[in-house]
């Protein structure tokens, strides 16, 4: 099975600060897909951002990038200009189209970030 | 956004009766899942659907079943629900590789 992990459980950052979270996976694939999710207290699943592992370049949107290392199997999370709606659960997830017919998710345990005032 | 609702959204069961809770999406796409949320587990597959009456096991199948028999319902069922499986459940649609999962609202179930 495909492994995905989050190593920081919990996180905290100052409004307008800089954050990144870490997640780490295993597989012995080249071609996979790569997501962030944002769980919000409301508990909807909310996509952030994706990455496919065949593009070099690191996916940003708005606020959000990442920090893809396909040798080093991590892929971070770096969130630019915290702001208190950033209060929430993230979960890195993991997908491998070839594995299975169901394009199955493999997601890590989350880390729960606090956006201080 | 694709529709995805699932219902109930909250529900108290007691321990050995037999719960079903639905999915229904309202867009015909293919990929359908059930998961469920647990603090220190993350999201964890029970089980998805690639067509009309086409499912197969995710990694915690046991004591749960389900079924598709139109492409916008799916149905997972707690034959006899156990205290273990307390939890909230998120029901997932694949609208395409790009986009990756979309969620309904979960169901939060709690078995006493």
């Keep these: 099975a495909q492994t995905v992990t989050q190593s920081q459980p919990e996180m905290s950052v100052q409004e307008a600060e800089t954050v990144t979270l870490s997640c780490t996976y295993d597989t012995s694939e080249n071609n996979y897909y790569l997501f962030w999710y944002k769980q919000p207290p409301s508990r909807q699943m909310i996509l952030v951002i994706r990455q496919e592992a065949y593009k070099q370049q690191n996916a940003t949107e708005n606020r959000f990038s990442v920090n893809f290392q396909k040798a080093a199997k991590s892929f971070s999370l770096k969130i630019s200009d915290s702001q208190l709606g950033d209060t929430a659960m993230y979960f890195c997830a993991f997908m491998n189209p070839l594995l299975n017919t169901g394009n199955q998710f493999y997601f890590g345990t989350g880390t729960s970030l606090t956006v201080i005032p | ?112």
């Design chain 2, 1 to 112: 956004d694709a529709g995805i609702t699932q219902s109930p959204r909250h529900k108290v069961t007691e321990t050995g009766t037999p719960v079903t809770l639905r999915c229904h999406q309202t867009e015909n796409h293919r990929y359908m899942y059930w998961y469920r949320q647990d603090p220190g587990h993350g999201l964890r597959l029970i089980h998805y659907s690639y067509g009309v009456k086409d499912t197969d096991k995710g990694e915690v199948s046991d004591g749960y079943s389900v079924s598709r028999s139109k492409t916008e319902d799916f149905l997972l069922t707690l034959e006899s629900a156990t205290s273990s499986q307390t939890s909230v459940y998120f029901c997932a649609i694949s609208v395409t590789l790009e986009t990756g999962h979309t969620f309904g609202s979960g169901t939060r179930l709690t078995v006493v």
